[in-house]
DNA sequence: AGCACGCCGACT
DNA sequence: GTCGGCGTGCTC
């Protein structure tokens, strides 16, 4: 038999299936979907099988050499899934597989040294090289390679004279976990007559033999023995060397949820709506159809409830349900109510585990042990075999684009799934995408509208503050008296506030008075953001870091003064003018350590403290009944950026936030700071209206020609010469105007928005286009042309056949 | 991506 | 004449 591989060389040269046969001891084992260790070149690789067959068109076949996985990790499904990927995203296959799994298992591939022969003589080298080399772990080539050219010459002599060997190795990035478990290795019944027998001479020994009388159970962990015994491992070890007991090795599960205890829960009654809703899905389910809805249900219409039941079908149906969440550490609710109906056929899947953990809930996930996946984008690819829905909350979030290779979509990868499946696919927002909405509107997703709140309570009213009025009456604090005086009534009523501002640091730029001096990051075109803290500038974009000046650098003036405000500024000012309320500061800054986004959303769940500010990492999915204001600094902050989804994302931002107040008992009130009232965005989210959104906005992108209209591809190209850059995007932009129709347009060459990040120039050019059959063929030959480059000179060619944003 | 092969300039 | 630089091409 031979066996289709695709090797682990994400390039161009190697993104094809390469032959290898199946040696007979392995011939049983190595099915399709399994990744294999084979032959490459000189070294060693491991590839995923992608098919079998009995012939090849290549005569001298090389075999494969060993098997990495005992079971295949890829399915049929999954495996012309990474086709399609591969294909529309223009990536490799082998990415398109690698991001399938957890990154757990990726590969680490080095090549190590070793002597032959300790007594071989090699005088060139160093001691401390000659003793690795001696060692079992031998040299490790890449670290050889930093000690000299000398050196690094006399070993590549050695093992050409054969007198140093050289082995590749592969190691998987996270290990499966283990823990050592012992069983009784003796027929049950010669129990007792073991422990009559060394009762007197080994009480303690006797102890753990009373243990396995006594209890059923003929395997326990060796720690849990120990301690239930209060034994030692010497005398477990005694027990074991006279082979009365036996101990091996088990794998486990590290369980992120294992110290919690989550409350069943049954389900709700529907609303009439929900109802209406709910049934077209239940009916797909029913008859093993696939079909795309879109609920449109504002905040507190209750989605969940309906996604719950969704699922409770399927599961009854045998099936298995994938339901993604934009990001989960943020909502350890979500993960509450799932675990709470489903209990422990739930896995779930965030960035908030860690490596080993998320390679666990997967296996949970192939071993079918988990029925439901709850997670963020890339637990679209959990290997279940029989999907019976799949359901996309918020489908919004601009999370669910991946902005790496490969460049996905997972509403995308959900329809593909949902299609092989023959099964439903529920896209849920209370502010969808124009171009879902568009769809659902031409009839190619099935609309669903949730009008009313579950709980009758009218979404709060929103007052949008002119902070220009502010400022004309005199105001120039960051709060307007609406906010402020708000504010300090909910701090004396004890109810708390959530308050959004969409910049971290303390302020945005830093600027000379006298000089004009503006400090900006020697490495990208942005200004640095000042951090009070640290007393430190640092850069957003590349992490640069610098002591703030006391003097300008340019002019020696001491007047350096600060402008634009940052969330670090905001809590300064809340603590003096407010001193008696407490305050939660939620950034990149503040939740960088694993575990702080929980920690501070849970402190202030437990009413720790009164206003919660963060950046927009706060206005997902938090449901906290007490708070009755939210306040937005301000709104314009997104608006003015020179993306065409501005208007939609600060609609979005503004429309999410405003339903986190008010969803209980206490209804709440909504505070919107801005400089520019009049816009529509502003506007239309105060009054709660998407669907004069949708129109206003959908005229707006006619207009100027972007989706849903238009499909949008961005090419950005990137490199350390400015002049290197512009020359590759000028004839990258040739190319695709000679090659593509009248019809597309081609913006371009330009420079990107921030046009350098980490000392790289970036130029950009997008195209908007109808139809055209021949752009996914000419970019490819774009990438081919430029291939050597790519990988000699350090130019970047950056494709992006969907792009979200154009910034 | 690595790694070998091969071709050209600088040196023993 | 050989060593060592790097450009070119292949890997089942």
Same mark, same amino acid.
């Given at each position: 038999m031979i066996a289709g591989v695709i090797v682990d060389v994400p390039a161009f040269g190697t993104d094809k299936t390469?032959?290898?046969?199946? /040696?007979?001891?392995?011939?049983?084992?190595?099915?399709? *979907?399994?990744?294999?260790?084979? /032959?490459?070149? +000189?070294?060693?690789?491991?590839?995923?099988?992608? *098919?079998?067959?009995?012939?090849?068109?290549?005569?001298?076949?090389?075999?494969?050499?060993?098997?990495?996985? /005992?079971?295949?990790?890829?399915?049929?499904?999954?495996? *012309?899934?990474?086709?399609w990927i591969a294909n529309s995203t223009l990536c490799f296959l082998h990415s398109a597989y690698?991001?399938?799994?957890?990154?757990?298992?990726?590969? =680490?591939?080095?090549?190590?040294?070793?002597?032959? =022969?300790?007594?071989?003589?090699? +005088?060139?080298? /160093?001691?401390?090289?000659?003793?690795?080399?001696?060692?079992?772990?031998?040299?490790?080539?890449?670290?050889?390679?930093?000690?000299?050219k000398h050196i690094v010459r006399s070993i590549q002599s050695a093992i050409h004279n054969g007198n140093l060997e050289v082995k590749y190795e592969i190691r998987s990035k996270g290990k499966k976990k283990r823990h050592k478990v012992v069983m009784v290795n003796i027929p049950t019944m010669e129990l007792n007559a073991i422990y009559d027998d060394i009762s007197r001479k080994a009480p303690k020994q006797a102890e753990v033999i009373r243990y396995f009388i006594g209890n059923n159970e003929t395997k326990i962990p060796t720690q849990k023995l120990m301690d239930e015994t209060e034994s030692s491992r010497a005398t477990i070890k005694s027990l074991i060397d006279k082979q009365i007991l036996l101990e091996t090795e088990e794998e486990i599960y590290r369980d992120p949820y294992k110290d919690r205890q989550f409350e069943r829960t049954v389900s709700l009654t529907?609303?009439?709506?929900?109802?209406?809703?709910?049934?077209?899905?239940?009916?797909d389910i029913e008859n093993n159809q696939h079909e795309t809805f879109l609920i449109h249900g504002v905040t507190g219409s209750g989605? !969940?409830?309906?996604?719950?039941?969704?699922?409770?079908?399927?599961?009854q149906k045998g099936k298995e349900a994938i339901m993604l969440v934009p990001e989960i550490s943020l909502t350890p609710q979500m993960v509450h109510r799932f675990k709470g109906r489903f209990g422990s056929e739930v896995a779930v899947l965030h960035s908030g585990l860690s490596v080993g953990e998320k390679y666990d809930e997967w296996r949970k996930i192939q071993r079918k042990e988990a029925k439901v996946v709850v997670g963020a984008r890339s637990a679209i690819f959990a290997p279940f075999q029989n999907i019976g829905i799949i359901i996309i909350d918020e489908e919004h979030e601009?999370?669910?684009?991946?902005?790496?290779?490969?460049?996905?979509?997972?509403?995308?990868?959900?329809?593909?799934?949902?299609?092989?499946?023959?099964?439903?696919?529920?896209?849920?927002?209370?502010?969808?995408?124009?171009?879902?909405?568009?769809?659902?509107k031409k009839g190619v997703y099935t609309l669903c509208t949730l009008h009313e709140r579950v709980n009758q309570k009218a979404l709060p009213t929103a007052e949008v503050v002119d902070m220009r009025e502010e400022l004309r009456s005199g105001n120039r604090s960051l709060f307007s008296t609406a906010l402020f005086d708000r504010l300090k009534d909910r701090v004396d009523k004890g109810e708390q506030s959530v308050l959004l501002l969409n910049r971290r640091g303390y302020s945005t730029f830093v600027n000379c008075r006298d000089c004009g001096y503006v400090a900006q990051c020697p490495h990208c075109d942005i200004s640095l953001t000042y951090h009070k803290r640290s007393n430190q500038l640092k850069c957003h974009y590349c992490g640069f870091e610098d002591k703030q000046p006391t003097e300008c650098p340019e002019c020696t003036s001491e007047h350096i003064r600060f402008?634009?405000?940052? !969330?670090?500024?905001?809590?300064?000012?809340? =603590?003096?003018?407010? +001193?008696?309320?407490?305050?939660?500061?939620?950034?990149?800054?503040?939740?960088?350590?694993?575990?702080?986004?929980?920690?501070?959303?849970?402190?202030?769940?437990?009413?720790?403290?009164?206003?919660l500010l963060g950046t927009q990492m706060i206005a997902k999915g938090l449901d906290f009944p007490n708070v009755t204001l939210v306040g937005v600094l301000a709104a314009d902050s997104m608006l003015h950026l020179p993306d065409f989804r501005s208007a939609e994302r600060t609609f979005q931002l503004l429309t999410q936030v405003g339903g986190r107040a008010g969803r209980h008992i206490l209804s709440g009130e909504v505070v919107i700071q801005t400089y520019t009232p009049e816009h529509y965005s502003i506007q239309l989210a105060q009054q709660h209206d998407f669907l004069t959104f949708y129109d206003k906005e959908m005229l707006m992108r006619k207009l100027h020609q972007y989706p849903p209209f238009y499909f949008l591809t961005l090419v950005t190209i990137s490199h350390e010469e400015l002049m290197y850059v512009v020359d590759v995007c000028e004839k990258i932009t040739e190319v695709l105007k000679e090659g593509l129709s009248e019809q597309a347009v081609i913006l371009g060459p330009v420079a990107s928005p921030i046009p350098r990040v980490k000392d790289r120039y970036r130029y950009q050019c997008v195209i908007k286009y109808k139809n055209e059959p021949t752009l996914k063929n000419i970019l490819n030959e774009i990438l081919a042309h430029y291939q050597k480059r790519m990988q000699q000179d350090q130019l970047t060619i950056n494709i992006d056949m969907h792009p979200q944003t154009i910034l």
């Open positions: 390469f032959d290898y046969r199946i /040696p007979e001891h392995l011939e049983e084992t190595i099915e399709v *979907g399994m990744r294999v260790v084979v /032959p490459f070149g +000189p070294r060693k690789l491991t590839g995923f099988v992608i *098919g079998l067959k009995e012939t090849s068109d290549l005569k001298r076949l090389k075999k494969i050499e060993d098997i990495v996985d /005992p079971s295949p990790v890829l399915n049929q499904e999954l495996i *012309g899934l990474g086709k690698q991001s399938m799994l957890p990154a757990a298992m990726k590969m =680490n591939y080095s090549k190590r040294i070793y002597s032959i =022969n300790e007594a071989i003589e090699l +005088p060139d080298l /160093p001691e401390q090289i000659r003793i690795q080399l001696d060692s079992d772990k031998g040299l490790d080539w890449a670290e050889a390679q930093k000690s000299g529907l609303t009439e709506e929900q109802k209406e809703s709910i049934k077209p899905i239940l009916s989605k !969940t409830e309906i996604y719950l039941q969704s699922i409770e079908a399927v599961i601009s999370s669910y684009k991946q902005e790496e290779n490969p460049r996905y979509h997972a509403r995308d990868i959900a329809i593909e799934r949902g299609r092989f499946h023959q099964c439903p696919v529920v896209l849920g927002s209370a502010t969808p995408t124009l171009e879902s909405y568009a769809r659902a402008f634009g405000t940052g !969330t670090q500024k905001v809590e300064e000012e809340l =603590n003096k003018l407010m +001193p008696e309320a407490s305050v939660i500061r939620m950034d990149v800054d503040t939740t960088s350590r694993k575990g702080m986004h929980e920690k501070l959303l849970n402190a202030f769940a437990e009413q720790k403290a009164d206003i």
